[in-house]
């Protein structure tokens, strides 16, 4: 897969917006004119980065979890948690250009693209080659990248619609992060983010994840499904998936078993892992001067406008 579009994106190394196709002999690549900087296609997918870096957890995760969060006949989770999100109907996003921030598998694309909008899709990991897979049958209508968010291969004032689900607070920087996302957005464009609550199993696992965070993928994750094993099913045949018990147990309860591991691996796993409250999130929209904020359900979740 080749972007068609190059003229929405612009060199990550010189903000040049000469991008131009060049064949190689074993594949293809992107060439700068500006400062003539190679970036591969590898797997039919753009690499704008050289590596995975700080994100080699979540390139094992979607690599076991390539299906469980994608929505199918039977489930509709991914689908719902978009639209709550967001508070526009479906109509909203027909032939949107939209952006994803840390596609994943390619869970919240899928709606997007169900909505028939237009959807550019990034990742720092290796997951953006499962997205391919997942969501291939649309075509030219998703297009991805292995990229990195603080230094995105757009220019600005490019996108209708961006969201980014449960990705800033596993960078460096989430309000550096959320700046650099804010300025791809056109003007009138919507923008909505989520972060990690500061409570519950992601705030409490803090101190775990001094030791955790430092585990290969291949030890730490039997070590989560033995965790979720023992604790999932008494909790929940219980009765206790909310309140304060369910707020302080170590692990998710998500509905699906195989989600409440990947959950949990997600909890423990991660380099970089930050909780908000809500104020600190919707004060980030107001420091960028975005509009009509608006706190929406699913904690934490902002959305706003972008002044016209």
């Known amino acids: 897969m080749i972007f068609n579009d190059l003229q929405f994106y612009c060199c990550p190394s010189c903000t040049s917006q000469t991008l131009a196709v060049e064949a190689l ?3 293809n690549s992107y060439l700068c004119s500006g400062c003539g900087k190679n970036y591969p296609v590898v797997e039919g997918i753009p690499r704008f980065v050289v590596s995975d870096d700080y994100v080699g957890n979540f390139s094992f995760e979607w ?54 909008a237009k ?10 080659t499962t ?52 300025k791809l957005l056109k003007p009138g464009g919507l923008i909505c983010i989520t972060t990690y609550p500061n409570y519950g199993m992601y705030f409490n696992s803090q101190y775990a ?15 989560t499904v033995l965790l979720t094993c023992s604790l999932y099913f008494p909790y929940k045949y219980l009765g206790m998936r909310h309140g304060i018990i369910g ?15 990947l959950d949990t691996y997600d909890c ?11 104020h600190e999130v919707f004060d980030w929209f107001k420091s960028n001067k975005l509009e009509k904020i608006d706190a929406r359900p699913h904690p934490t979740t902002v959305l706003g406008w972008k002044p016209l």
């Open 25 to 27: 002999t074993d594949n």
């Open 63 to 116: 690599d076991i979890h390539r299906k469980t969060q994608i929505d199918n006949n039977h489930r509709k989770t991914s689908e719902e948690a978009f639209y709550i999100r967001f508070g526009q109907p479906k109509e909203f996003f027909k032939g949107k250009r939209i952006l994803d921030v840390g596609v994943g598998a390619g869970r919240y694309a899928d709606v997007a693209l169900r909505a028939e």
């Open 119 to 128: 959807v550019w899709g990034i990742d720092l990991s290796f997951s953006v």
């Open 131 to 182: 997205a391919k897979e997942n969501l291939a049958k649309y075509g030219e209508n998703i297009q991805l990248a292995q990229a990195d968010l603080f230094n995105p291969p757009f220019a600005p004032d490019t996108f209708d619609v961006i969201y980014c689900f449960g990705v800033l607070h596993h960078t460096p920087d989430p309000e550096k992060g959320f700046e650099s996302l804010v």
């Open 209 to 223: 994840r001094k030791i955790t965070s430092k585990l290969p993928p291949f030890i730490l994750y039997p070590l």
């Open 247 to 261: 707020r302080a147990l170590p692990i998710s309860l998500s509905d699906s078993f195989k989600e409440a591991i």
């Open 268 to 278: 423990y796993s991660p380099k970089y892992q930050f909780c908000y409250a809500v």
